[in-house]
């Protein structure tokens, strides 16, 4: 399996989970779109950074060979799920207001 298929498999699984498990429905959400616009320049950021650094080196066999801010377009789908996911399960966990009518 390569890097580039993990990704997919990456966005694929998220989606599912926010969609039809967990149930928070992030994608369908502005919120979601604006932390990922927000958050997106600083993974770009950092790509560039690591792999002009070869502080991490892709092999060219395992991915599909496109490259923004040096490193592989996958790393934007890893960051994607990333983010869908830990807002999605933010969502789910968070504390719920359980106080009862006060009358």
Avoid: C, H
């Avoid at 429905?25 to 790509?47: E, H, K, V």
């Avoid at 690591?50 to 790393?75: C, F, H, K, M, W």
């Amino acid at each position: 399996m390569t890097y580039s298929d993990l990704a997919i498999y990456a966005v694929l699984l998220a989606v599912l989970l926010d969609l039809y498990i967990i149930r928070s429905q992030m994608l369908t959400r502005g919120i979601y779109w604006i932390t990922w616009a927000l958050i997106l320049p600083f993974q770009l950021l950092t790509n560039s950074w690591l792999t002009t650094n070869n502080i991490v080196i892709y092999s060219p066999d395992q991915i599909i060979g496109r490259r923004l801010a040096g490193a592989p377009i996958e790393d934007l789908l890893f960051g994607f799920s990333m983010i869908l996911l830990t807002l999605s399960l933010w969502e789910r966990f968070k504390p719920r207001d359980i106080t009862s009518d006060k009358g």
